[in-house]
């Protein structure tokens, strides 16, 4: 349940930083990792948040990829440690939406 629970969180984020991607930037991001670097490259979000969402997003390719292999230890470190991460880039999108509601 806690595996498909960060799955569905680091997704979310995942398809949430791809439209604000497509949204804001030139560039067209071809992985998920990619999509955060983009945000990152072009300051819509801080450098080294885009870091540690793209290391978020290559464990959501270990969680759908190689589950069967999944390191327990690895899953409580991600839910004991990037838990922040995922609620900075929460707080970075509510901000995101409220801007942009005003340039409408």
């Given at each position: 349940m806690v595996c498909h629970?960060?799955?569905?969180?680091?997704?979310?984020?995942?398809?949430?930083a791809t439209g604000i991607a497509v949204m804001k930037t030139p560039r067209r991001p071809d992985?998920?990792?990619?999509?955060?670097?983009?945000?990152?490259?072009?300051?819509?979000?801080?450098?080294?948040?885009?870091?540690?969402?793209?290391?978020?997003?290559?464990?959501?390719?270990i969680l759908v990829h190689e589950y069967t292999a999944?390191?327990?230890?690895?899953?409580?470190?991600v839910l004991q440690d990037?838990?922040?991460t995922m609620k900075a880039?929460?707080?970075?999108?509510k901000a995101f939406i409220k801007e942009n509601k005003k340039a409408e």
């Open positions: 629970a960060l799955l569905l969180s680091i997704q979310a984020s995942v398809d949430i992985t998920y990792r990619e999509t955060f670097q983009v945000l990152g490259h072009y300051r819509i979000i801080p450098e080294d948040l885009a870091k540690e969402l793209s290391r978020l997003a290559g464990f959501r390719n999944l390191d327990i230890h690895r899953v409580y470190r990037d838990l922040k880039f929460m707080d970075l999108v």
